[in-house]
Nanobody, 121 residues
Framework: QVQLVESGGGLVQAGGSLRLSCAAS????????MGWFRQAPGKERNFVAA????????LYADSVKGRFTISRDNAKNTVYLQMSSLKPEDTAVYFC??????????????WGQGTQVTVSS
């Protein structure tokens, strides 16, 4: 079992930056790939970024490439999402997940509760 808790969300102006963190508890963090997804009101949950166990395999959605960076610290059981040059369309609830390196929600077994990111224009 892995429990995930996101933090770092908030309100930011367009062009600003935020760093999301996802702290994992449980002994098995080190065997899972980690992903970030986001969901805007009335829309489906969409892939943002994923990172393999070693960090050698990283995927990004086209919409965030060059602006967002995913990283992980296995010693701290934490995965991060550094978000820069934020746009109003980045507004959503952001979820972290543990599972396989995948762009699909079905590839992940464990999910956090989410953290709200709001980007004002």
């Amino acid at each position: 079992q892995v429990q995930l808790v996101e933090s770092g969300g908030g309100l930011v102006q367009a062009g600003g930056s935020l760093r999301l963190s996802c702290a994992a508890s449980g002994r098995t963090f080190g065997i899972y790939a980690m992903g970030w997804f986001r969901q805007a009101p009335g829309k489906e949950r969409n892939f943002v970024a994923a990172i393999s166990l070693s960090g050698s395999n990283i995927l990004y959605a086209d919409s965030v490439k060059g602006r967002f960076t995913i990283s992980r610290d296995n010693a701290k059981n934490t995965v991060y999402l550094q978000m820069s040059s934020l746009k109003p369309e980045d507004t959503a609830v952001y979820f972290c997940a543990a599972g396989l390196v995948s762009t699909r929600p079905g590839g992940y077994s464990y999910w956090g509760q989410g953290t709200q990111v709001t980007v004002s224009s």
